[in-house]
């Protein structure tokens, strides 16, 4: 599985929190908001963004199984506990191995952010249907959609967007990659499993003083695009100096798309 550093998830998480959909969030506290202990199983668990996040809104007692192959992402987590009431249990695990063995631990719901858009369509349908054999609610955020948007416009935007999607699809660890399309194919079988699925968008808004993600983001789309061979280098390069010096006079904005979604068996309806 690609490794995220605990400085780029960082950087991100207030873009994330921002940019997850609270019509999706508040359903996904709705629907747990009976349990006692909620138990949770966050798959790629990352840094902790998403039991910072959904913690507070379920009810007190609740206990996480933080799952993420980087021990030093499991050690971050680890000290994302919102309140005492909250017991954390975290697993280093390779979820490109036997990831249904995690899914078997006790859970009323299973979280997940930012991983759909790296998996392969077979990962997925294991994913969806051990998901659904167990009756499992699942709540996936920020799943890249494909959609960048750049603002002041450059001549090179759309020839650089669709290299960065191409490089998407490439194997990010578990075979090649759904990228963009992921969260419409989980949706899609879910929805073909009898599962009630509530979506909506959760797009990072990025603004003129938002520098430092800026370049982060400008940097890695080049890489991805010279990556692909598609573009000459050269192209690559000026497009990365013209957009930086927009960032540079603060006159550069970002949107980049994302889908939210949870994920309903009939049965608990």
């Given at each position: 599985m690609s490794e995220f550093s605990v400085a780029w998830l960082t950087l991100r998480e207030s873009y994330d929190r921002r940019a997850r959909n609270p019509v999706v969030l508040d359903a996904v506290a709705s629907l747990l908001t009976s349990k006692s202990p909620v138990r949770v199983i966050d798959l790629a668990c990352g840094a902790g963004?998403?039991?910072?996040?959904?913690?507070?809104?379920l009810p007190a007692r609740q206990h996480w199984d933080l799952v993420d192959n980087d021990p030093r992402l499991l050690k971050a987590a680890s000290n994302a506990r919102p309140s005492n009431d909250i017991s954390l249990n975290t697993i280093q695990f390779d979820l490109n191995g036997a990831f249904e063995m995690m899914l078997d631990r006790p859970a009323d719901i299973v979280t997940t952010?930012?991983?759909?858009?790296?998996v392969s369509e077979s990962w997925l349908d294991r994913f969806t249907r051990h998901a659904a054999a167990r009756e499992l609610s699942v709540y996936a955020a920020l799943t890249y959609d494909g959609r960048i948007?750049?603002?002041p416009a450059d001549p090179m935007d759309a020839a650089m967007t669709t290299a960065v999607n191409a490089h998407q699809r490439t194997d990010k660890?578990?075979?090649?990659?759904?990228?963009?399309s992921g969260a419409v194919a989980a949706i899609s079988m879910f929805e073909a499993l009898g599962y009630l699925v509530l979506q909506g968008t959760s797009d990072w808004e990025i603004g003129t003083a938002d520098q430092g993600i800026q370049i982060e983001l400008l940097q890695g789309w080049a890489n991805a695009a010279r990556e692909?061979?598609?573009?000459?280098?050269?192209?690559?390069?000026?497009?990365?100096?013209?957009?930086k010096a927009a960032v540079d006079r603060r006159a550069s904005t970002m949107r980049v798309g994302h889908v939210d979604f949870v994920a309903t068996p009939s049965t608990i309806r």
């Open positions: 963004s998403t039991l910072r996040m959904l913690g507070p809104r952010s930012a991983l759909l858009d790296l948007d750049l603002s660890g578990f075979g090649l990659a759904l990228g963009p692909m061979k598609s573009l000459p280098d050269r192209e690559i390069d000026d497009w990365l100096m013209r957009r």
